[in-house]
Antibody, heavy 115, light 106 residues
Framework: QVQLVQSGAEVKKPGASVMISCRTS????????IHWVRQAPGQRPEWMGW????????KYSQNVQGRVTFTRDTSASTAYMELRGLRYEDTAVYYC????????WGKGTTVTVSS | EIVLTQSPDTLSLSPGERATLSCRAS??????LAWLQQKPGQPPRLLIY???NRATGIPARFSGSGSGTDFTLTISSLEPEDFALYYC????????FGQGTKLEIK
């Protein structure tokens, strides 16, 4: 079955960077986009952008553009999200999800920004 | 930027009743509107995509309708496991979520 397995929780200091991985299985990685979505405690999900699993082109939301980079390793069927210049308000659960309309989601990676 | 507004914020109903949730877009999103369900500590789960198509494995009691700016998610007869948060999501040149409707047990 289709699975998206994310890397483990992270605790970072303000100004640091974080990279989260999303290892996929059960489908052809290059046929689907991967979205990145984050959700701060008690808030609605926030779409961060997507990466095309095949071509590698990306689209970023205006909220994080300039601080975030999506990459992928097709040989490992894995997508990555790097967020730089972390702020307290970046504390959230970060999800990867597959597809034009996200239909399969990872379980999430908690990122805590704390001094 | 397209803004999605959901109503009501909270809906209190009993098992077996019919639930009607609404999502209004600030400009047309054609039929590019999805509905997702989220329970505490879990990722969102796709229910409906492109306004009216049930995702794989979603029970027939869930249905979606609408186009343009006004959309509805209907749950025909509530089961205990349906009490959760529901979000709408548009996919146009960008994506964004509505603020959510909490469906709670009356």
């Amino acid at each position: 079955q289709v699975q998206l397995v994310q890397s483990g929780a992270e605790v970072k200091k303000p100004g640091a960077s974080v990279m989260i991985s999303c290892r996929t299985s059960g489908y052809t990685f290059t046929n689907y986009a991967i979205h990145w979505v984050r959700q701060a405690p008690g808030q609605r999900p926030e779409w961060m952008g997507w990466i095309n699993g095949g071509k590698g082109d990306t689209k970023y939301s205006q909220n994080v553009q300039g601080r975030v980079t999506f990459t992928r390793d097709t040989s490992a069927s894995t997508a990555y999200m790097e967020l730089r210049g972390l702020r307290y308000e970046d504390t959230a659960v970060y999800y990867c999800a597959r597809g034009t309309t996200p239909d399969v989601w990872g379980k999430g990676t908690t990122v805590t920004v704390s001094s | 930027e397209i803004v999605l507004t959901q109503s009501p914020d909270t809906l209190s109903l009993s098992p077996g009743e019919r639930a009607t949730l609404s999502c209004r877009a600030s400009q047309s999103v054609s039929s590019y509107l999805a509905w997702l369900q989220q329970k505490p500590g879990q990722p969102p789960r796709l229910l409906i995509y492109d306004a009216s198509n049930r995702a794989t494995g979603i029970p027939a009691r869930f249905s979606g309708s609408g186009s343009g700016t006004d959309f509805t998610l209907t749950i025909s007869s509530l089961e205990p496991e349906d009490f959760a948060l529901y979000y709408c999501l548009h996919r146009t040149n960008s994506y964004s979520f509505g603020q959510g409707t909490k469906l709670e047990i009356k």
